[in-house]
């Protein structure tokens, strides 16, 4: 028997299976491995006799993986696995409470580009203001990407929310208090997922949910299972806690400026073919950003993102190690 895994409390994992949700524990070869072997999204194979939990076996294969890595304050941070067999990676902001920031959005799209797994903008608590959303678009259209207004308050965007995540599974991530926990429980009514307060002192949230969760939603893409689930290929959201920081990892730094849509079309208008866009004279990116084909303060974060993943040999050793 398979199911899906919804979401790990310490080392146990709730799992959906086929006849109903399970709880189940890992056993023997999987269990000696990496704490993050199984993630929300893991399609598992199970053993269901007798009563207690049931045992995962096994992992099916991934079709993708969403992964990060922690930005720890010794040295690079460890590997992260967020999610398995996603389709898209929903990049969740607010217009304020709190307010967007750029660099970290920027990290969130490279990280999904360099797992190769297609990234959508939904910008949150629209009603608090509206003017974020021009300035917001002008930003990511460049890239291609798609900006979606919402307000989980106010009950806005929601059925061109619903419309995305049809018949998809997708991991929605973003900073604690934009509302993700929110928006999904809007869109899922009688879910009732933790809502956080803002801090009345920072004005973000407070880290309210603490594991990636995985909910299955009603009514979409027809079938009604979960994705995997005998292939039945329903539609999922995973809710991810709100990131303080995040590193982009393992991205090599010569695959860094495709992960920037944006930046793909000057990319052979440089002098140099092993151009960095850094300070190197003649480079088609810097000269495509001073002309205003995108916004230059995506090249600011790809400067920051470049040098974080270019660390010394050693630490980058160790990173591809994990
Ligand atoms: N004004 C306004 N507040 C919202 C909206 N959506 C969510 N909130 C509030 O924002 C706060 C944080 O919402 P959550 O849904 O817990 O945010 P989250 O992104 O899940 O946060 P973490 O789980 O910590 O990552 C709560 O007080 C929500 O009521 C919105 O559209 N407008
Ligand atoms: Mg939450
Ligand atoms: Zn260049």
């Known amino acids: 028997m398979t199911g899906v895994v919804l979401a790990r409390t310490g080392s146990t994992y709730r799992v959906h299976a086929e006849r109903g949700e399970i709880t189940a524990v890992l056993r023997g070869r999987l269990k000696r491995r990496d704490d993050d072997r199984v993630v929300a999204g893991d399609v598992v194979d199970l053993d269901v006799r007798g009563d207690g939990p049931a045992a995962i076996t096994g992992v099916r294969p991934r079709r993708s993986l969403l992964a990060r890595r922690s930005?720890?304050?010794?040295?690079?941070?460890?590997?992260?696995?967020?999610?398995?067999?996603?389709?898209?990676?929903?990049?969740?902001?607010?217009?304020?409470?709190?307010?967007?920031?750029?660099?970290?959005?920027?990290?969130?799209?490279?990280?999904?580009?360099?797992?190769?797994?297609?990234?959508?903008?939904?910008?949150?608590?629209?009603?608090?203001?509206?003017?974020?959303?021009?300035?917001?678009?002008?930003?990511?259209?460049?890239?291609?990407?798609?900006?979606?207004?919402?307000?989980?308050?106010?009950?806005?965007?929601?059925?061109?929310?619903?419309?995305?995540?049809?018949g998809r599974a997708s991991v929605l991530t973003g900073e604690s208090g934009v509302g993700k926990s929110s928006l999904v429980n809007a869109l899922q009514p009688g879910l009732n997922l933790r809502i956080g307060e803002i801090s009345e002192k920072w004005g973000t949230g407070k880290h309210t949910t603490r594991a990636a969760q995985l909910v299955p939603l009603a009514g979409g893409g027809g079938g009604g299972g979960v994705g995997g689930v005998g292939g039945a290929g329903g539609a999922y959201v995973v809710d991810t806690p709100g990131l303080r920081e995040v590193a982009a990892w393992g991205v090599d730094p010569e695959l860094l400026a495709p992960c920037f849509p944006e930046f793909r079309p000057f990319l052979d208008q440089c002098r140099f073919d092993n151009c960095r866009h850094l300070a190197e004279p003649d480079c088609g990116v810097r000269t495509a950003a001073e002309r205003g084909a995108f916004d230059p303060d995506r090249l600011t974060s790809y400067r920051h993102i470049y040098d974080e993943v270019s660390v010394p040999s050693w630490s980058s050793a160790r990173r591809r190690g994990r």
Do not use: H
């Open 71 to 166: 930005s720890g304050t010794r040295g690079p941070g460890r590997r992260q696995p967020i999610a398995a067999n996603v389709d898209q990676v929903v990049v969740v902001a607010a217009t304020r409470d709190p307010e967007p920031d750029f660099r970290m959005l920027d990290r969130l799209l490279v990280i999904a580009e360099a797992n190769r797994i297609p990234p959508v903008l939904v910008l949150n608590k629209l009603e608090l203001d509206r003017g974020v959303l021009e300035p917001f678009r002008r930003r990511y259209g460049p890239a291609g990407y798609q900006v979606l207004p919402t307000s989980a308050k106010a009950g806005e965007g929601l059925p061109a929310l619903r419309d995305l995540l049809r």
